[in-house]
């Protein structure tokens, strides 16, 4: 890699290891690597036709390795389906494109966050990427919620989904019809959550990170340690 390479995702082929995938900004545009030698060397397979437009996120379809999607500053998403040879457009956003998820269990649903000021919004997909729908996420009444940094999955549950946000951690049961907020121990001050995770052995053991501080539940978020 170049030294004016920021790499931004990488994503991996789990039925080849060999395929791996860089989400990157070189330069002045956003390109996608790829490397089908185990990550001993990459080419690109995609440049972003406009200058200063990185390429933000990129992940590989579970169900289907050939496929593989990418997010770009423009809010470009973009499919493949045979590993980067060729790209197609799936939509525009208006907003960059932060992240895509896929979920692990149910490939259907796809989540999508943005990069912008006050840009808290994430959109969702139940059918491969075919339609999409921005899902409603209320704070609490005094809280702003500015940005969205990270989502989990339930490990088993296509319907539960967490949120890091800029205004504490918040879940939804239920798809995003509604969403409760953790009572998290992390002192205003210290806000925003940056990641949380989920064990997938045991969905009552969460993670959460802010600032240099690592949070631990053992008991699905109704109570926290450092």
Same mark, same amino acid.
């Given at each position: 890699l170049t030294a004016d390479t920021t790499v931004h995702q990488i994503a991996f082929d789990r039925s080849d290891s060999k395929y791996i995938y860089l989400a990157v900004s070189q330069g002045e545009v956003g390109k996608v690597l790829r490397s089908i030698d185990g990550g001993t060397s990459f080419k690109e397979t995609y440049q972003t036709p406009k200058a200063k437009s990185g390429v933000f996120t990129v992940v590989v379809d579970p169900d289907d390795s050939r496929r593989v999607y990418i997010g770009t500053?423009?809010?470009?998403?973009?499919?493949?389906?045979?590993?980067?040879?060729?790209?197609? *457009? *799936? +939509?525009? =956003?208006?907003?960059?494109?932060?992240?895509? %998820? *896929?979920?692990?269990?149910? /490939?259907?649903?796809? %989540? =999508?966050?943005?990069?912008? +000021?006050?840009?808290? +919004? *994430? %959109?969702?997909?139940?059918?491969?990427?075919?339609? =999409?729908?921005?899902?409603k996420i209320t704070p609490p009444k005094g809280k702003k919620l500015a940005v969205i940094y990270d989502i989990a999955f339930h490990p088993t549950d296509a319907n539960a989904l967490y949120l890091a946000t800029s205004?504490?951690?918040? +879940?939804?049961?239920? /798809?995003? /019809?509604a969403w409760q907020e953790?009572?998290?121990i992390i002192p205003p001050a210290l806000l925003p959550t940056y990641a949380i995770a989920v064990d997938p052995r045991n969905t009552n053991i969460l993670y959460v990170s802010a600032t240099n501080q690592l949070y631990k539940s053992i008991d699905g978020g109704a109570s926290w340690e450092v």
């Open positions: 500053g423009e809010g470009g998403l973009l499919v493949s389906e045979n590993r980067g040879d060729s790209w197609s *457009v *799936v +939509k525009w =956003f208006d907003n960059p494109v932060r992240r895509i %998820y *896929v979920h692990p269990q149910d /490939a259907n649903f796809m %989540y =999508f966050t943005f990069l912008g +000021k006050d840009l808290a +919004k *994430v %959109y969702r997909s139940h059918d491969h990427a075919r339609t =999409f729908e921005e899902l205004a504490g951690v918040f +879940k939804t049961p239920d /798809a995003g /019809a953790f009572p998290l």
